[in-house]
């Protein structure tokens, strides 16, 4: 991407800036409207499809050769919008698979996976995609794909594919019909160290799920 592109002032919906922003700002609106939780049954299936189209965009973010910002310190974009209401939310409609086992990087040894939650991870990627959008909107284009493309690579990149990776996971059990055996009652306040976690939440079936979370299995 040339320059010219990158400081263009048009919005051109081929231009590189605005195709990506455009993926971003779909996410943003798409998320915070499933966590209103005006339409809870379909909302694992609709997050599985928005976190999907937005790795679509932090993998051309990844591919591309590095962004440089016009200016040696970033511009500061004001305070960041509160996302505790959307956590909240999203817990609350996420409650029976909110938590989930990662490993953090596949590339280390001997790691363990370590619980966390959907809820958190979604909001943190808001956080962290809406910090770059108001650089964008304030006409600092090469500021915001800047932004983007670093916290792809050190936090929103990893942190969304993981979460992908739960979503789907849950689709899958439930459309593939089967169970999920137990949750572990994993708890992201835990340590977990060598001995594991005790179950608290005992056996839960898909049946038990499929509805509250807009899926069905395959018959």
Do not use: C
């Amino acid at each position: 991407m040339s320059d010219a592109t990158l400081h263009a002032t048009d919005q051109n919906p081929d231009d590189f800036a605005v195709q990506i922003a455009d993926q971003i700002e779909s996410f943003l609106v798409a998320v915070t409207e499933v966590a209103k939780g005006d339409e809870p049954d379909s909302a694992v299936p609709f997050l599985l499809l928005e976190v999907s189209q937005l790795m679509l965009a932090g993998g051309r973010l990844g591919a591309h050769e590095d962004i440089v910002p016009d200016e040696r310190y970033e511009p500061d974009p004001g305070p960041e919008l509160d996302v505790d209401e959307i956590r909240e939310n999203l817990a609350r409609i996420l409650d029976p698979i909110d938590v989930y086992s990662e490993v953090f990087d596949p590339y280390e040894p001997r790691k363990a996976p370590v619980p966390a939650r959907i809820s958190d991870d979604l909001t943190d990627v808001i956080t962290d995609l809406r910090h770059g959008m108001v650089h964008y909107k304030a006409g600092r284009t090469t500021e915001a794909l800047w932004w983007w493309q670093f916290s792809y690579f050190s936090n929103w990149g990893s942190t969304a594919s993981a979460t992908l990776r739960a979503l789907q996971s849950v689709v899958a059990h439930v459309r593939l019909n089967q169970p999920l055996e137990e949750l572990d009652g994993l708890d992201t306040d835990q340590d977990l160290g060598d001995d594991a976690l005790e179950s608290e939440a005992g056996r839960v079936m898909v049946q038990e799920i499929a509805g509250p979370l807009g899926l069905r299995p395959v018959t």
